[in-house]
């Protein structure tokens, strides 16, 4: 059964911390991504990912950060949290072109 | 620039009906793939269908079609004999690439769907 997993479910966080939030999958997958997904707006498209050490930005990169040390494993960084980046946080892994993503449940990310 | 566009911000439709949710989008690769998920209350995303840029066939997936009009960049979801359980949010996405070595995947604003018994 293939499995995306994120670190965590919800997660409450201060204006102007650090925020990592974490991705593993077990699909052997090249291709990561982080999209936001606000109401009204869908999902957006922060970074991906299609290596190890490789990343493109997406729509809206700005706040935001990526690592990809292992293949496995997908990391976004938020550098200085603001109140703007409260959102749901999804992560995707897929394979080529015509075979789909598969996604985390989701982080709940909350800024006070 | 790559971009998809779903303007039923809400539909409803009747139990045992079809429904179709609209999806069209932009882009200058002739090679791309398009794709519908479902985003129950529960949050999770599923999959539903495909389609590629270079088949001359709409896909099927049970009681999922995709209507791709490629001229007008149109990718319509048709969902037949609607039951209650497909009240959801349906998300159009299209992934392009490689060009710097991914295939960048973006999606559409999405649809909620409401059926009505």
């Known amino acids: 059964d293939v499995k995306v997993t994120q670190s965590s479910r919800y997660l409450v966080k201060r204006t102007g911390e650090k925020v990592f939030l974490e991705c593993v999958q077990d699909m052997d997958h090249e291709n990561m991504f982080w999209y936001r997904q606000d109401p009204g707006l869908g999902l957006r498209l922060i970074y991906f990912s299609y290596d190890v050490k490789m990343k493109e930005k997406g729509d809206i990169p700005e706040g935001y950060s990526v690592s990809r040390e292992k293949k496995e494993r997908f990391s976004l960084i938020l550098e200085s949290a603001s109140t703007n980046q409260t959102s749901m946080y999804l992560c995707?892994?897929?394979?080529?072109?015509?075979?789909?993503?598969?996604f985390g449940q989701g982080t709940r990310l909350t800024v006070v | 620039a790559q971009k998809i566009t779903q303007t039923q911000p809400g539909m409803f439709v009747q139990e045992k009906e079809a429904v179709t949710l609209d999806c069209t989008y932009d882009?200058?690769?002739?090679?791309?793939?398009l794709f519908w998920y479902k985003q129950p209350s529960s949050g999770e995303m599923i999959f539903l269908i495909y389609?590629?840029?270079?088949?001359?066939q709409n896909a099927t997936e049970g009681r999922y079609s995709l209507n791709f009009q490629k001229a007008r960049k149109s990718a319509n979801l048709v969902i037949s004999a609607s039951q209650l359980g497909d009240s959801a949010m349906y998300f159009c996405a299209m992934r392009e690439g490689p060009n710097t070595g991914g295939f960048k995947t973006i999606f559409g604003a999405g649809t909620r769907l409401f059926v009505k018994a």
């Open positions: 389609q590629g840029s270079y088949d001359q």
């Open positions: 882009t200058s690769d002739p090679s791309y793939g």
């Open positions: 995707a892994s897929g394979g080529t072109m015509n075979t789909e993503a598969f």
